[in-house]
């Protein structure tokens, strides 16, 4: 019951996850009558893997596999991608070397200078911003401050709870879309 409330944090972990539950419950099972023992077994078992289950319903890292798709479908000739941090660039090659691609150096950035200057020569500038790793980075709306001199995305797609993908047309291309 505790894990439909808090599927994540201490209460998951201390009661159900631990060994010494695991431990704990296997005592607990040899002092059952010996009939009993198999069904006991199977009980804890199925509602250990019940406790699972809102645990992994709950998006608990960012999703760069989704956001490594996406770019990997959308991404064009030409097109730049603007990041925050380059760690974003790493867990989608992470994830799109699995499909035999990846992401050179040549299509990303963090300068948001090359950015403008690749979007006023008509290139399409895709900036990703999102969470990598444990560390205190940026916020959205600081992000959002930094590209400011980009404009106005003309699409803007949230992936997840952690990731937004904006992308903004340059000048020939904006025509074609």
Same mark, same amino acid.
């Given at each position: 019951?505790?894990?439909?409330?808090? !599927?994540?944090? *201490?209460?998951?972990?201390?009661?159900?996850?631990?060994?010494? #539950? #695991?431990?704990? &419950?296997? +005592?607990?099972?040899?002092?059952?009558?010996?009939?009993?023992?198999?069904?006991?077994? &199977?009980?804890?078992?199925?509602?250990? &893997?019940?406790?699972?289950?809102?645990?992994?319903?709950?998006?608990?890292?960012?999703?760069?596999?989704?956001?490594?798709?996406?770019?990997?479908?959308?991404?064009? !000739?030409?097109?730049?991608?603007?990041?925050?941090? !380059?760690?974003?660039?790493? *867990?989608? @090659?992470?994830?799109?070397?699995?499909?035999?691609?990846?992401?050179?150096?040549?299509?990303?950035?963090? @300068?948001?200078?090359?950015? &403008? /200057?690749?979007?006023?020569?008509?290139?399409?500038?895709? /900036?990703?911003?999102?969470?990598?790793?444990?560390?205190?980075?940026?916020?959205?709306?600081? #992000?959002?401050?930094?590209?400011?001199?980009?404009?106005? !995305?003309?699409?803007?797609?949230?992936?997840? +709870?952690?990731?937004?993908?904006?992308? #903004?047309?340059?000048?020939?291309?904006?025509?074609?879309?």
């Amino acid at each position: 019951a505790i894990s439909t409330i808090s !599927p994540v944090w *201490m209460p998951r972990y201390t009661l159900w996850s631990a060994a010494p #539950f #695991f431990i704990c &419950a296997g +005592l607990g099972i040899t002092l059952v009558p010996r009939r009993l023992q198999v069904p006991a077994v &199977a009980t804890v078992g199925l509602l250990a &893997a019940l406790n699972l289950h809102p645990y992994y319903q709950d998006e608990t890292k960012p999703r760069w596999d989704l956001a490594a798709a996406d770019l990997h479908t959308d991404l064009q !000739p030409g097109d730049l991608l603007l990041v925050d941090d !380059p760690g974003a660039v790493h *867990m989608m @090659n992470l994830y799109l070397r699995r499909q035999g691609a990846h992401l050179p150096k040549t299509v990303w950035t963090q @300068n948001v200078q090359q950015a &403008a /200057a690749a979007l006023a020569a008509g290139h399409r500038v895709w /900036a990703i911003h999102g969470r990598v790793g444990q560390a205190d980075h940026e916020n959205k709306a600081q #992000f959002l401050t930094q590209i400011a001199s980009l404009g106005q !995305p003309s699409a803007e797609q949230d992936i997840g +709870l952690d990731i937004v993908l904006l992308r #903004f047309n340059g000048l020939t291309t904006e025509a074609a879309d």
